[in-house]
């Protein structure tokens, strides 16, 4: 992780659509996420893994409604999972 990223977990994954997958990290505070569509193409040869680090400018303020869930969800994962196992 360099000094100015920011370590993000997967905190939600959802399948709207027959070819994209969109992915959910967030800070384990819940106060910012980001949002990645990937195709299951890209999927099957990029595994996801339980936590990202991301560029702080890439990072969004996350809606009132889901932010104590994805600091549960992240805080749960920090628990569980190193940032590079395969989930």
């Known amino acids: ?3 100015d990223s920011v370590r993000c ?4 994954r959802q399948s709207r659509d027959e070819n994209l997958v ?3 990290y967030a800070t384990t505070d819940g106060e910012r ?3 990645k569509q990937l195709s299951f193409q890209l999927l099957s040869r990029k595994p996801t893994t339980a936590a990202i680090d991301v560029a702080p ?3 969004e303020p996350t809606p009132d409604d889901d932010r104590e869930r994805y600091a549960t ?4 994962m920090a628990e569980k999972h190193d940032p590079d196992d395969e989930v």
């Open 33 to 35: 996420h980001l949002t």
């Open 73 to 76: 969800q992240a805080r749960s």
């Open 57 to 59: 400018e890439d990072l």
């Open 9 to 12: 977990w997967l905190v939600d």
């Open 22 to 24: 969109t992915l959910v």
């Open 1 to 3: 992780m360099s000094d």
